[in-house]
């Protein structure tokens, strides 16, 4: 394994953990979340089933999506397809989510902490997958 695989996989695999905890939303009790919603200056939280389920569900997804990357940093050359699709699709994602943001007017720190992010984060998961790639011996040769 050369030093870009090991920076690769440590990237994965803290992306990953950082993911996990959203589950605890998916169980959060309302009022905390309308705490929660309060203290990042949102205003109230909105009442109605569709914005529990929403937000319990992205939650529900964050954490499903931080097992998939923790599970494929454990063997970066296997799964080198799912996570170049993960970096690509996080690119994407990064720019749509970024406009939504501010056409809906969240607030800065979210803005800027979301969409950006993801793109940064995955331009750095497809230069690291490039770049241990890059390093790997030539086929038929060992080191």
Do not use: C
């Not at 959203?22 to 203290?39: L, Q």
């Not at 690509?88 to 989510?97: A, D, K, P, Y």
């Not at 800065?108 to 940064?120: H, R």
Request: proline share 6%; no cysteine.
């Amino acid at each position: 394994m050369n030093r870009w695989e090991t920076w690769l996989r440590l990237v994965l695999r803290i992306t990953g953990i950082v993911a996990l905890p959203a589950i605890v939303a998916v169980f959060m009790p309302r009022e905390w979340m309308a705490a929660i919603h309060a203290w990042l200056g949102l205003g109230q939280f909105p009442a109605g089933p569709i914005v529990e389920y929403l937000a319990r569900g992205l939650s529900a997804f964050y954490a499903m999506l931080g097992g998939l990357v923790l599970l494929v940093s454990f063997d970066v050359r296997r799964h080198e397809q799912v996570i170049r699709y993960l970096a690509v699709v996080g690119l994407v994602f990064g720019v749509v989510i970024f406009a939504i943001d501010l056409l809906i007017g969240l607030p800065l720190f979210w803005t800027v902490g979301e969409g950006p992010a993801t793109v940064a984060l995955s331009a750095a998961i497809l230069i690291l997958q490039w770049r241990a790639k890059a390093a790997e011996p030539p086929a038929g040769n060992s080191r």
